[in-house]
């Protein structure tokens, strides 16, 4: 069975500044998705970023990057110039890409960003 | 467009009584699953509906929890009856033939 694990319960960030999250994931397969989500008070889960394991070009979106390293099945999420917006418990989530298991996501434990003014 | 719609948004009851939760997807989106959210935890999925058939539903406590998708839109999610452990947030989701998921804002329950 798959793991996401989050090492990270909590994580601090001062505005405008650059965090990073972590994420390791264990699989035996060769063809799956990565994602991040974020999830803030309001409790609605938002797609953050997501990354194709086939695709050796790591993800971008605006201010998020991810470092996806394959082989140490390591998954970290960048968050640059930080925003008091971005204030939120963050999953690390893994997919496999076969079959109908479009929705099966597994989600690590999540870790709690705070951003300081 | 609309996004997925839950209620109720918060519930409080009592052990051994039962509670049931309604999803309204995505126009469109014939994928709806329910993740079970545990404080302090991720999500784990309970069922996966396509249309009105259910795809997975390896992880559901079937002694005390069903649910069912009518007519391939709407669906409800039923505990009965419900343990302390139930405590949780019930997450709905939909997608289109994909891969994308769009979540409601969840129904928190809490079990006395």
């Known amino acids: 069975a798959q793991t996401v694990t989050q090492s990270q319960p909590e994580m601090s960030v001062q505005e405008a500044e650059t965090v990073t999250l972590s994420c390791t994931y264990d699989?035996?397969?060769?063809?799956?998705?990565l994602f991040w989500y974020k999830q803030p008070p309001s409790r609605q889960m938002i797609l953050v970023i997501r990354q194709e394991a086939y695709k050796q070009q790591n993800a971008t979106e605006n201010r998020f990057s991810v470092n996806f390293q394959k082989a140490a099945k390591s998954f970290s999420l960048k968050i640059s110039d930080s925003q008091l917006g971005d204030a939120a418990m963050y999953f690390c989530a893994y997919r496999h890409a076969g079959g109908t298991s479009y929705g099966k996501l597994t989600f690590g434990q999540g870790t709690i960003l705070t951003v300081h003014p | 467009e609309a996004g997925v719609a839950q209620s109720p948004r918060y519930k409080i009851i009592e052990k051994r009584q039962s509670v049931a939760f309604w999803c309204n997807p995505i126009s469109g989106h014939a994928t709806l699953y329910w993740y079970q959210q545990i404080l302090g935890q991720g999500p784990k999925l309970l069922i996966q509906f396509q249309n009105n058939g259910v795809v997975d539903d390896s992880q559901l406590p079937k002694d005390r929890f069903s649910a069912e998708r009518l007519k391939g839109v709407d669906s409800t999610l039923k505990i009965q009856p419900a343990k302390l452990e139930d405590s949780a947030v019930y997450l709905c989701?939909?997608?289109?033939?994909?891969?994308?998921?769009?979540f409601g804002e969840g129904s928190r329950l809490t079990v006395l």
């Open positions: 989701a939909s997608s289109r033939q994909g891969w994308e998921l769009f």
């Open positions: 699989t035996s397969e060769s063809d799956y998705y």
